[in-house]
C-alpha cells in the first residue's frame, strides 16, 4: 500500500470526513459552553525581613569562640512565611471560613483538603515574589478568599516573629548572665589571690622592687668603697667602720629578700610593696590570665548588652512583616473552559479517527488496488471477538 493511494481512499471520503470533524468541532464546544465558567484571581506579595531576628554577635571576634554562645537562629522568612500559607492550619481555617464542604463535597476533610489545594496555586516566582491565587466558579468567593488566607498567614507570621524575637532575646539574657557569673567568679577568685599572698598588682610592685634593687647594689656598692677606704686611713674597728658595717648589712639584708632565690614558704609582707622578684615573676602568669579572661568576658558582656537592646527593641515594635505587591483582583474574564481549544481537539481527534477507520474498512474490504492482506485482517478480526 501506498501513500498515494491512501491519499486518494480519503480525497474519496471528504464528506464522511468532514462531516465527522464538523460534528464533533460543534459538540465539543457546545460541551464546553455548558461547563460552568471558572475564574482565576491572585495576590502576590513580599515578605519584608527587617524585623528578621538572625543576630550575629560574633561577626567581629574570634569565630573560635562561637562555642561559647550555641547556633544562632537563621531561619529563612521567605521560606517560613511560604510554609505558613500551604500549611494544612492555614488551608483549614480558610476551609471552616467559607464553608467549602458544601461547595466539594466530600466525605472527609482530607478529601476536601486535596481538592481545595488542586484550585489554589501557591508558589514563589524568581524575584522572591510569593503568589496565592485560586480558581473557582465564584469570583466574589475567589477573592475573599485568597485575601483571607493571606491575612491569616501574616498574622501567624507575625505571632512566629514575636516568639522568635522573645526567644532570642531570653537567649541574650541568659547568656549574658552567666558571663556575669563568670566575670564575678573571676574577680573573686583574683581578689582572694591578692589577699592570700599580701600583693596588689604584681607587675607594679615587680618594677618597684626591681628598681629598689638597682638603688640597693649601688648603694651597696658606694658604702663598701667607702668602708675600704675608711679602714685603710683609720684602721678597722673604729665607730664609723662600725655604723659602715651596720648599713652594708641591712642594704644585703633586703638585697637578699628581693633578689635570692624564695623559701618554699615565702610571703610577702603586708607593710611593703616591696616583693622577691623571682616569686613575683611565678605569680605574675596567673594574674595575667585571671586578668585577660576578665577582659574578654567584659568585651563579650558589652556586644552582648548592645544586641539585647537592639532585640528588647525589635519585640516591642509591631510592624508589617509583608508587602502586598498585588492585591487579589476581581476576574472580569473566564480562565476555564476553553472552548476554542475544545475544538480544536475535537476536530484533531475526530479527524485521525474517521481517517482511520476509512483505511481500515478499505483494508478489509480490498478496496485499495495491489492489497492482498484483507483476508487476514479478516481472520485477525473474527480471531479477536470473544
Known amino acids: 500500500m501506498k501513500l498515494m493511494d491512501v491519499l486518494i481512499l480519503i480525497a474519496k471520503n471528504k464528506r464522511f470526513i468532514i462531516l465527522i470533524t464538523f460534528f464533533a468541532s460543534v459538540a465539543s464546544f457546545g460541551i464546553a459552553c455548558l461547563f460552568p465558567k471558572i475564574y482565576y484571581t491572585e495576590l502576590r506579595v513580599r515578605v519584608d525581613d527587617s524585623n528578621s531576628t538572625k543576630f550575629n554577635i560574633l561577626s567581629d571576634m574570634n569565630k573560635n569562640l562561637s562555642s561559647l554562645f550555641g547556633d544562632p537562629f537563621q531561619d529563612e522568612t521567605a521560606e517560613l512565611f511560604l510554609e505558613i500559607l500551604e500549611g494544612r492550619e492555614n488551608l483549614l481555617l480558610a476551609i471552616k471560613r467559607f464553608k467549602l464542604d458544601s461547595l466539594y463535597k466530600k466525605k472527609s476533610m482530607d478529601l476536601i483538603l486535596k481538592s481545595f489545594v488542586k484550585d489554589l496555586n501557591i508558589g514563589v ?167 585577660n579572661q576578665i577582659q574578654i568576658l567584659r568585651d563579650f558582656i558589652g556586644v552582648i548588652s548592645k544586641e539585647l537592646a537592639l532585640a528588647e527593641a525589635q519585640v516591642s515594635r509591631s510592624t508589617p512583616v509583608i508587602q502586598i505587591v498585588q492585591d487579589a483582583y476581581y476576574p472580569d474574564w473566564k480562565t476555564q473552559p476553553k472552548r476554542a481549544k475544545w475544538a480544536i481537539a475535537a476536530f484533531l481527534i475526530s479527524f485521525c479517527l474517521s481517517t482511520s477507520y476509512i483505511v481500515l474498512r478499505a483494508l478489509i474490504h480490498d478496496e485499495i488496488p495491489g492489497n492482498g492482506n484483507g483476508q487476514r485482517l479478516k481472520e485477525l478480526i473474527s480471531a479477536m471477538k470473544p
Open 125 to 291: 516566582s524568581n524575584n522572591g515574589i510569593i503568589y496565592c491565587g485560586y480558581k473557582g466558579e465564584d469570583r466574589d468567593l475567589a477573592v475573599k478568599l485568597v485575601k483571607t488566607i493571606v491575612l491569616e498567614a501574616d498574622k501567624r507570621y507575625i505571632k512566629l516573629q514575636k516568639e522568635r524575637q522573645e526567644l532570642n532575646r531570653d537567649f541574650l539574657l541568659e547568656k549574658q548572665q552567666q558571663l556575669i557569673d563568670s566575670l564575678e567568679s573571676i574577680n573573686k577568685e583574683l581578689i582572694s589571690f591578692y589577699k592570700n599572698n599580701n600583693v596588689i598588682n604584681i607587675e607594679k610592685q615587680i618594677e618597684i622592687s626591681l628598681a629598689a634593687l638597682s638603688t640597693y647594689e649601688s648603694k651597696l656598692k658606694t658604702f663598701k668603697i667607702d668602708q675600704k677606704l675608711i679602714r685603710k686611713s683609720l684602721g678597722p674597728g673604729i665607730s664609723i667602720d662600725e655604723k659602715y658595717k651596720d648599713i652594708i648589712s641591712i642594704l644585703q639584708d633586703e638585697f637578699n629578700t628581693l633578689r635570692e632565690k624564695n623559701k618554699s614558704d615565702y610571703q610577702p609582707s603586708r607593710k611593703s610593696v616591696f616583693i622577691n622578684t623571682d616569686w613575683g615573676l611565678e605569680k605574675l602568669l596567673f594574674e595575667k590570665i585571671k586578668l
